[in-house]
């Protein structure tokens, strides 16, 4: 299981390093840059600027420099944010982001094989067919809808929970955005476990147990929920790593000072060594996230080892 581990981490070294590379040079290469304002520099200031944070360089040797940087853990300072480093800032954001997306990432998952399940076992049923519908709709409706909807109805109009804010971190604080997060994803988990479900439903090791008699929730929690399952733990790598690194567009919505929010904030400024410090924390999460996947996955199935 080690060798296996440390094959999987190694393979996703070339990965990390494209991703970087493509990010760094797409980022420079975009009209704008992080001092063209409203109202123009003086062309002294503007070249101090440029020398200060090393954007006079010619490109290649700006990448070499930031990936010598990134290697050695640091990601330079920030262009908006004169006063902190980029480490600093998603040291700030991070905790918020993987509250929020933990919290999330426990409804979806224990909510969508739930689900899937409870539909599985009534295939072709009205209850099937209306579960599903909810499914397909939470799958094709984007955040950026269903957060204001949230907001309008159990904020505005209901007065239940917090319109936005992260106000003092209580869990009526993380209601709408965790909701908001978490049903895309367990839209998803609901399908694949569904379907894997039936198909598992009618594996002749089932079959069998059946007809020995064995008690139906034994048969699909002990026989039929294993294999099922493997579809939704192939998808858990990504699904956590988005999750808990923060959607951009719900921390945005509801004012959350977390991973994603500063995305956005590095984007809009053109802030390039915050943008390039929230995508390699996204892609880390990502290949970890991958990783801790592939190993259930050889867990659950130890065939996967030796392929």
């Known amino acids: 299981m080690l060798a296996f581990a440390l094959r999987r981490l190694v393979s996703a070294v070339p990965t990390l390093f494209i991703v970087v590379t493509l990010s760094f040079f797409l980022m420079r290469i975009a009209p704008g840059g992080p001092f063209n304002l409203e109202r123009p520099l003086e062309p002294q200031v503007l070249a101090n600027l440029n020398r200060v944070y090393e954007l006079d360089q010619p490109l290649v040797v700006q990448y070499v420099h930031y990936l010598w940087n990134v290697l050695h853990g640091d990601f330079g300072p920030s262009f908006v944010y004169r006063d902190y480093t980029v480490a600093e800032l998603i040291l700030q954001a991070l905790p918020y982001s993987v509250i929020l997306g933990s919290f999330a990432l426990v409804i979806s998952v224990i909510g969508g094989i739930a689900v899937g ?35 309008l109805v159990f904020a505005v109009m209901l007065r239940l929970v917090p319109a936005g804010g992260w106000g003092n971190g209580g869990f009526d604080d993380l209601v709408l955005p965790m909701v908001a997060l978490a049903l895309p994803q367990l839209a998803v988990f609901a399908r694949l476990t569904r379907g894997s479900m039936i198909e598992a439903l009618r594996a002749d090791h089932v079959r069998t147990a059946r007809a020995y008699g064995l008690p139906a929730r034994s048969v699909v929690v002990r026989h039929a929920l294993r294999a099922a399952l493997m579809p939704a733990v192939s998808y858990l790598g990504p699904a956590a790593a988005g999750l808990l690194t923060g959607s951009v567009v719900v921390e945005t919505i509801f004012s959350l000072p ?15 060594t915050l943008v390039m410090g929230t995508v390699v924390l996204i892609s880390v999460f990502i290949v970890v996230f991958n990783l801790i996947v592939d190993i259930l996955y050889a867990v659950i199935d130890p065939r996967v080892r030796y392929e």
């Open 117 to 151: 399940t409870f539909a599985a076992l009534r295939q072709n049923s009205a209850i099937d067919y209306a579960v599903m519908s909810m499914a397909t709709i939470g799958t094709t409706v984007p955040n950026f809808v269903v957060g204001p909807v949230l907001s």
């Open 258 to 272: 977390g991973v994603g929010r500063y995305f956005v904030l590095g984007a809009l400024n053109r802030d390039y």
